[in-house]
């Protein structure tokens, strides 16, 4: 399904604008580079990027209908291949390897359901009844730093909650045209709409959809809004804010109208709810994949198994006490147990000794028992492979620190805790500073 993208208010005529003037649009607009850069055209379907490695879609663009279960092409090793360009042909392509895709576990329930139950395929099946989330991951390996990540909003989406719908779809109902990412403001509209002529939703459901789904109007029910058509879907729904990263839905579904002559835009058009409120857990559920989710869920930690808040891999780096081991993503090399960050991948350190890459000519210690003394007020650096149980420093104040193995440790005088051994040792580095009385002792 796909997005036939409308007029954006206050959106200045540009050579941008005037250069797509000719797209067949159903009063639609194609969006600037700079409008929206997570979100990205991918394998017949939109998508955005949500975190590090991380791509928002929609299930049915990943899934085997047929068998319940993620679609051989999107299993460990496959080829995901993304560009944010905003027209086609699209250039740079990103050529990705996906580590894993996942499909949330109440659409494949009840897409086997439905297939038990005699249907031939999950299809519409999975939606009537049930309403499951049409949302799913796609994680990868490579990182792609030219594509800035999105985060998902937890916060509720009310009735009336302004709203930008994306995508790279068709420009006509009859699916023609497409390959232009086109944006549409919107609001979040009441359960009611999906109750008209042509719906195939029942009164007695169309809460139930509300619940699962943020719906908005369609091109049939107002020229002013637009449509869904194929290849939009997976796109995501953003919330109007003050930046262009906050996704809060992911194109889905439509209704038709009756009577149309010839073939029909939506009279209204579904986005799988992310937010707590929605009826299924889909927002915990994105939090544990790594996706980076902000109001709602529960508080990233360093200790939970799954890659969020500012670490750069899973319980590692960032903020996070424990450095991350080579293959593992990074920012930096503090980030690194190796301190050799590569293309944002950590990478063997360049050298042998603990304080390799991190400080040249250290003081060399040999015995467990090692007293620094007063450092003086010049940087200093100390080095040694003997079996440490504990370590103590302090009078570091005023933006003196201190780091062991190049993790940074508070030093008011009490113990501290080693990190894992780094090249079969450790090394402790204080930075210049006019506490001359600074120290440090290790047993």
């Known amino acids: 399904m796909c997005f036939v993208a409308c007029s954006v208010e206050g959106y200045g005529e540009t050579s941008e604008e005037i250069g797509a003037a000719d797209d067949a649009l159903i009063g639609g607009q194609p969006a600037l580079e700079s409008q929206y850069p997570s979100t990205v055209v991918g394998p017949g379907c939109t998508a955005a990027k949500v975190g590090p490695r991380h791509f928002l879609t929609a299930a049915h663009c990943v899934d085997d209908e047929h068998a319940a279960t993620v679609a051989a092409g999107y299993g460990p090793g496959g080829s995901y291949a993304v560009s944010a360009d905003n ?17 949330h576990p109440k659409w494949i329930e009840v897409c086997a359901a439905a297939l038990a139950g ?21 994680v990868v390996n490579e990182l792609s730093p030219t594509i800035p990540a999105a985060v998902v909003d937890g916060a509720a989406v009310a009735v009336g909650d302004p709203v930008v719908a994306t995508g790279y ?30 719906s195939y939703v029942p009164a007695s459901a169309v809460n139930d959809v509300a619940a699962a789904y943020v719906v908005t109007p369609g091109y049939a029910s107002s020229t002013s809004y637009a449509s869904l ?55 915990t559920w994105l939090q544990g994949l790594g996706v ?73 210690f040999s015995s467990a028992s ?62 210049a500073g006019n506490e001359a009385w600074a120290y440090f002792t290790s047993w």
């Open 229 to 283: 058509c194929p290849g939009d879907s997976g796109g995501p729904l953003y919330r109007q804010s003050a930046t262009d990263l906050v996704v809060v839905g992911v194109n889905a579904y439509y209704t038709f109208p009756s009577g149309w002559s010839g073939p029909a835009p939506s009279q209204t058009n579904w986005h799988t709810r992310l937010d707590t409120a929605a009826r299924y857990p889909v927002t």
């Open 370 to 431: 090692y007293s620094s003394g007063n450092l003086g007020t010049g940087a200093r650096c100390f080095e040694t492979t003997a079996n440490l149980s504990g370590a103590n420093c302090g009078n570091f104040a005023s933006g003196r620190t201190f780091a062991v193995n190049g993790t940074t440790v508070t030093c008011n005088g009490g113990n501290i805790s080693l990190p894992a051994k780094r090249n079969g040792g450790y090394c402790f580095q204080a930075s």
């Open 87 to 103: 027209t086609s042909p699209y250039s740079p392509i990103v050529n990705l390897t996906i580590e894993q895709t996942y499909i």
């Open 169 to 198: 779809g068709c420009e006509d109902p009859s699916g023609s045209g497409g390959g232009v990412f086109k944006l549409q403001n919107l609001s979040a509209s009441p359960a009611s709409i999906l109750d008209h002529p042509g």
């Open 118 to 138: 005699g249907a031939t395929d999950c299809g519409v099946n999975v939606l009537n009844p049930g309403y499951a989330p049409d949302v799913a991951v796609v």
């Open 292 to 364: 980076s989710v902000i109001n709602g869920g529960t508080a990233p930690t360093c200790t939970d198994g799954v890659k969020n808040g500012a670490e750069t891999d899973v319980d590692c780096g960032g903020t996070c006490t424990a450095d991350c081991a080579n293959g593992k993503a990074c920012g930096t090399g503090a980030d690194c147990t190796s301190h050799n960050c590569v293309a944002g991948v950590c990478q063997p350190s360049t050298g042998t000794a603990p304080c390799s890459d991190l400080c040249t000519s250290p003081t060399v």
